[in-house]
């Protein structure tokens, strides 16, 4: 259930019986052949099939994150690090003040990983707050599908081909993993990357890319349970 789907009265009706809230934290970059909103999308896609099964409520995304050193490919667009943790304190302020106490935020971008300590500190300030954390990709259930069929998970590669994402054609051929020297600035970066992938499999079969998403799904269903 999405609240770009409902109206406030809506909101506060379900506030009366629910205090869970899938807040999704994504981002828009350069993901080679793939859409340049992928780090929302799969979020997106989690979050909205933990909602058919629980209910819980899905705040709009926020479609922005810290991506500097992809700004030299076209479409993407970055966040101040300081800026995006105030965006995200503000989020979770707004959601709190309305009643929300359980909130589980879904990311989809490893630039935003930062926002944790933020939220932290938040955590520490309001007790009755609750929060829960999700980067899918780094998620061991997800690594154990990789290493179970033997392929390397990667940005802009197999990882994240699922079909929704895919907006091209897609290389038959792996590619070499770049060699990269320390901290890249957004035009050094352009060069290592080449087409933006970090290498491997472009694309693997409908079946992995099922079990993937289905290890992830699990994870957000028991992440809402908020047990911890």
């Known amino acids: 259930m999405r609240i770009e789907d409902l109206n406030w009265m809506d909101v506060e009706t379900y506030l009366k019986n629910e205090d869970r809230l899938i807040l999704i934290v994504g981002a828009t970059e350069q993901h080679g052949y793939l859409s340049l909103v992928s780090d929302v999308r799969i979020p997106q896609a989690l979050a909205d099939a933990a909602a058919q099964q ?12 810290s991506s500097p050193y992809f700004l030299a490919y076209p479409g993407t667009f970055s966040l101040r690090i300081s800026t995006l943790l105030d965006a995200i304190e503000d989020l979770v302020r707004s959601a709190y003040g309305q009643g929300f106490r359980r909130i589980l935020l879904l990311n989809g971008h490893g630039g935003n990983d930062g926002a944790r300590a933020r939220l932290a500190e938040l955590a520490s300030q309001m007790p009755d ?3 829960a954390w999700y980067s899918w990709w780094v998620a061991h259930s997800v690594l154990n599908v990789a290493e ?3 392929i390397k998970p990667s940005h802009a ?7 929704f994402n895919v907006v091209s054609e897609l290389p038959d051929e792996d590619k070499n ?11 050094r970066a352009r060069l290592v990357y ?13 079946d992995i890319m099922q079990e993937l998403f289905d290890a992830a799904l699990q994870d957000v269903l028991t ?6």
Do not use: C, M, R
């Open 54 to 65: 629980t209910g819980v409520l899905v705040a709009p995304p926020l479609n922005f994150g």
């Open 194 to 206: 080449g087409d933006g992938s970090f290498g491997g499999k472009y694309q693997v079969g409908a």
């Open 148 to 150: 179970k069929h033997q």
């Open 129 to 131: 707050l609750h929060l």
């Open 223 to 228: 992440l809402l349970e908020f047990d911890s």
């Open 157 to 163: 590669n197999w990882l994240e081909a699922f079909p």
């Open 177 to 187: 993993p770049p060699f990269v020297p320390g901290i890249l600035g957004a035009k």
